[in-house]
């Protein structure tokens, strides 16, 4: 029966926007009474009302009236009318008194918010959301099991609460918007921490709880409800200065705003699945021990130790939780818009929300239109070059292109502000929990990235400073033993620096131990005995992102099991990027990650073998030599070394790898590419060098599945297709192939 | 089953089944595509070659900024390969792989014409014969004396289904570069 109502909201919306020539606006409002009159139809609708006098009777009556209007609808569409609007005013009228009929059917609307939205009709709904509506009309949100009467609105919110159709394209919005004030409360709750008389802070977590319980009231979210009024109450008592925001006060603050994450991250979870949002367990405790700091604030104060090991905890989720939040809706299918693209912090100059998807398809037809447009360049240059006007038609047209894609790239670009924020709390908590102070600072938090490189590169920045903080900076005495002030300090930097995005980790602790590391290396197999002297400074820091190392004396649950900084390096290699250690024993260390500014398009190297292109990344290639024949040469008659520059590294045929005929058989006739990747440099055998170009990386394994040795494919000037190469999977490829 | 039931199946198959189909040939044989599924036919196209890929897969081509794979459907099924000629072209067909719609490309020898197929003229596939695995055809389309071979283009160009194939097809592709190396 609910689906009834939300059917006769959506029909009403659809109604008003459809014009007598908006043949698909016509067609969604057909659909909707053929949904309408199924659903009046089906049995269970029927035995739904048959309790009710008459009830059967009126159901009847509403599906003939669906099946009328339908057919007006229909000859509207198909133009057998001879007044198409005075047809269109009746089936307005029509469905009104559809809508009359199925309320009367409901009976007295029992608390049921979409009821009561859409009765001061569905202008309010069309006029806010006509667009979602729309989109979400033919999306399959209407399939599923039709949900049945709201029962959550009314008890305590400890039964699972089912969201309404009409209501989700507000959830999605009040999600986003939660996660902004969130964020603010957290930023200026962690200034608290540092000054708990900063009115103007406590003035900021306030605000951001008192709007989520505006919100969450109008939705009828119990629990999020709840939580926002507790934790407010206690803000508000702070407000007035009946109570200081410092120790436990503050912990169960921040408690609370981890809880609420985790209580929106199920909401938006329960959205997009169009499942009921299921009561969160903990949500009890937690309310009561507001209610006690609220009744006195003394008592909770104190307990501010013990609290630190949960809010440990939380933090994980809390800095999990957003990420989640955050990558879901980016990847969302939902029907509903996905959550927009923040695009500056509360400073209220104007911006507009827009759905990622409607953005990321933007930058893709902006893509094409690049590709386009150079080749049309190309052949216009070569039929008509002489001709200035055309020229000059075409440099214009190339330039505004260039400037199209500069603008659609940065759209997606958002600062790390937020993310370094986190950092923030991660500090605090991690040096807390192990008893260790630190200062932590950053700058460059307005730099820009684009968004999905944010995202990922959340995670390992978190282990990092954790790493930074756990195993970087002394403990307090032994700081001061060596003459260091016993408050460590940790920074993060970020800026934009050739084309790049350069995020720096210092830290002003006891820096790496090149003999531990070593020692466990060779311990773990990963340097064989006695090659020690033969590494340099940077290939000893290498290792430790080598998996399975840690030069950690005992394990904490903070660190310590040597997987960490393997991950680090394959998340930020994945972002194709690098990273770079410096590092002083007794005085510091300090990470420096590199970050391309783009994900899809890179500078390519562009290379023949025979008669087919390839496409090496920039970022890998050292140099490119014509070899001499006596600094080739051959181990075993199989696998062929080249002399450089004191290095003797393998040589791979590209032509025998890809099985292509190659113009030249001889090295010394050909060219080789000294490509480097991850730590491991080899040579690659090629006719020629054709040139440099910025190209846009188009994916292949969707269609052909992951492939060795080929990253994807590119579009080159002249349309053709080259592949690009992957540096460490042709030298798998190649040392399999010559062992066989 | 009676031969009263099988009729009832059979004829609720063919219903579903009636419909439009793209008809074109490989060979001698004359094959059918759900309508709804041809995306486009380009004429033949250089197919930039992608190494380390199973026999079938030609490659791929530049759709409008857009790089599909071309599968050779002769080399699918299993049949010798044949010389292009001006007739030979690339069929745009959307497939469903993984919950997600892909464009793939399929050489085809010639494409014939669109034919509207009653589900009278529909009969199941055959139980054994042609070099056309089975699970691939939805069925056997009569038009007036030939016979056209419905294809079910998703299933035959579905990973799985190639496995077997390109299983095979790899270790020859790594066996010939092994020797020459």
Redesign the interface.
Known sequence: MQKLTALTDRLVSSTLVAKSDDLPALAAVHTLLQSLRGEADRPESRAAVEAEAGGADRLGAVRDAARTTERLVESIILREVSDAEASMRQVESAVASLQQMINELMGAPEGQGATQKSVPPGQTQAAAAPAPTATAAPSPVTGGAAPAATGAGSSAGDQPHRIEEADLPLVFEFVAEAATHLESAEAGLLKLDEDPNDAESINAVFRGFHTIKGVAGFLNLKQIGSLAHAAETLLDLARKQKLSLTGGCLDIVLESSDAMKRLIAALDAAAKNNQPVPPDASLAALLERLERAIKDPQSVAASAAKKSSETETATETAAATPNTTNTASAASAASAPATATPVSAASGDGSVRVSTDRLDNLINMV??LV??QSMANQDVLSAAGGDHRLTRSMQRLGKITRELQDLSMSMRMVPIQGVFQKMSRVVRDVSRKIGKQVDFSFTGGETELDRNVVEAIGDPLVHMVRNSVDHGIEPPDARIRAGKPPSGKVTLRAYHQAGNVVIEIADDGRGLNKGKILQKAIANGLVPAGQESQMSEQDVFKLIFAAGLSTADKVTDVSGRGVGMDVVRKNVEALRGRIETASVEGQGSTFTIRLPLTLAVIDGLIVRVGD?RYIIPILSVEQSIRPRAQELSTVQD?GEMCLIRGAVLPLFRLH?????KPKHEDPTQALIVIVEEGGRRCCLMIDELVGQQQVVI???S????Q????SG?A?LGD?????ILDVPGLVQ?AVK??T? | MSTAQEKVTANSDAGRLAGKYLTFALGREEYGLEILKVREIIGYM?I??????PEY?RG???L??????VIDLRAKFGMESAARTDQTCIIVVEIQ?NG?R?N?GIVVDRVSEVLNIGADKIEGPPEFGAAVRVEFILGMGKINDSVKILLDIDKVLS?EDAAAVAGAAEAA??G???A??
């Open positions: 893509g094409e590709i386009a087919q199989r025998k790898l890809f099985n292509v188009k994916s292949l969707e269609s052909l599945g492939l060795k040795g080929v494919g579009i349309g053709s297709i080259s592949l490829l192939s010559e066989e | 250089d930039t070659a992608v190494p380390r890929t897969v791929v081509i530049n409008r900024g857009q790089v599909i794979s792989r997600r892909l793939t990973a592709a790594v010939a570069v092994g020459a190396a």
